[in-house]
């Protein structure tokens, strides 16, 4: 069976709706089957990388760091491209390059490129099935 | 005929298009489209018997077929002996067959 790529436009930043941890799950999910998987990051999307997210412990739930184990998006990231890498496919992750500029965001993980809507399309072109999970 | 997918991870008591987009699964499936509805996230809660429910089972009967996110589903605390008929529980691993098949699939 050839190898599917799959593309996933996403905008939700971190830590704000549930459409964070539905994507991580759709493409974890590609990741582990061997696909290519495509990432265009738009809008506060662009923070999911952001290398200078730290873990905290929660005062008010009386847990220390380690309790708390509290999730970081850059480590789901940076996950995704591992498991990608060792199963033979790879997570190609594009910021929107303005998106970056406005938010100030543009210390992210190694391994993601920056770009333009001009990329969204282009990975559009060149996979089997683009989904695109808008917040609106 | 073509094949589509259509995410709903909305819930009909908090957004009145909800819907909207049952009727879009539904006026596809009935001019003659293979559809499936896949609900996630808190589009979920129809799923459990409620007022909301009917809904559901008029898209089921247009020819759709609808699956709920098992994981959601746990999320929420609905078992599987609590969902209407019309809709069967189902890995999230079934959106990735479809887009890797090639579906027409959109989120809502």
């Known amino acids: 069976m050839a190898k599917k790529t799959l593309t996933f436009a996403i905008m939700d930043p971190p830590y704000e709706n549930a459409r964070t941890t539905t994507v991580m799950r759709l493409i974890d999910i590609a990741v582990r089957r061997g696909y290519d998987v495509n990432v265009f990051a738009y809008e506060g999307a662009v923070y999911l990388p952001f290398a200078k997210q730290t873990a905290h412990a929660n005062a008010v739930h009386g847990h220390d760091l380690g309790q708390e184990d509290h999730p970081v998006t850059h480590l789901w990231v940076g996950a995704l491209m591992a498991e990608a890498k060792k199963r033979g496919g790879k997570v190609d992750w594009i910021n929107c390059g303005l998106c970056v500029d406005e938010r100030g965001a543009g ?21 089997d099935n683009t989904l695109v999970v808008g917040t609106r | 005929m073509a094949k589509y997918l259509l995410i709903e991870s909305r819930d009909p008591f908090e957004w009145n298009d909800v819907a909207s987009y049952y009727e879009l699964a539904s006026g596809l499936a009935k001019e003659g489209n293979e ?58 691993d079934v959106v990735v067959d479809h887009l890797a098949d090639g579906r027409k699939t959109m989120w809502h």
Not at chain 2, 67 to 72: G, H, N, R, V
Request: overall charge neutral.
């Open chain 1, 107 to 127: 210390e992210s993980i190694e391994g993601v490129r920056r770009g333009s809507p001009g990329d969204f399309w282009k990975f559009a072109e060149a996979s």
């Open chain 2, 35 to 92: 559809v499936t509805l896949f609900l996630v996230q808190n589009g979920v809660l129809p799923a459990r018997r409620s007022s909301t429910s009917d809904a559901l089972a008029r898209v089921a009967a247009a020819g759709v077929e609808i699956l709920a996110d098992d994981f959601s589903l746990k999320e929420r605390g609905i078992t599987a002996d609590r969902l209407v008929p019309a809709v069967r529980p189902a890995p999230l």
